[in-house]
């Protein structure tokens, strides 16, 4: 079992709510080995930080209008 700092994360997949494809793939490119507290502080971090989660809150958003629209799509796999 590997524990988290432990881990080389080298990219970031974002996936859409649901059609389930692949929305963006972002490159992580941070120095190694990663030092979480250290690399919390750093401007690529902050920027990749922001750059995931408003990508995650445009699903989110749209999730909640085609659920308020009446608007579901379900795919079956």
């Not at 030092?35 to 999730?63: A, C």
Request: aromatic share 6%.
């Amino acid at each position: 079992m590997y524990e988290a700092d432990d881990i080389d994360i080298q990219r970031a997949m974002i996936m859409t709510v649901h059609s389930s494809t692949i929305k963006a793939i972002i490159d992580i490119a941070l120095p190694g080995p990663r030092d979480i507290s250290k690399i919390r502080t750093t401007l690529r971090y902050n920027e990749l930080f922001q750059m995931i989660w408003q990508s995650l809150r445009e699903e989110v958003r749209k999730d909640k209008e085609q659920k308020i629209s009446g608007n579901h799509h379900f795919s079956c796999s």
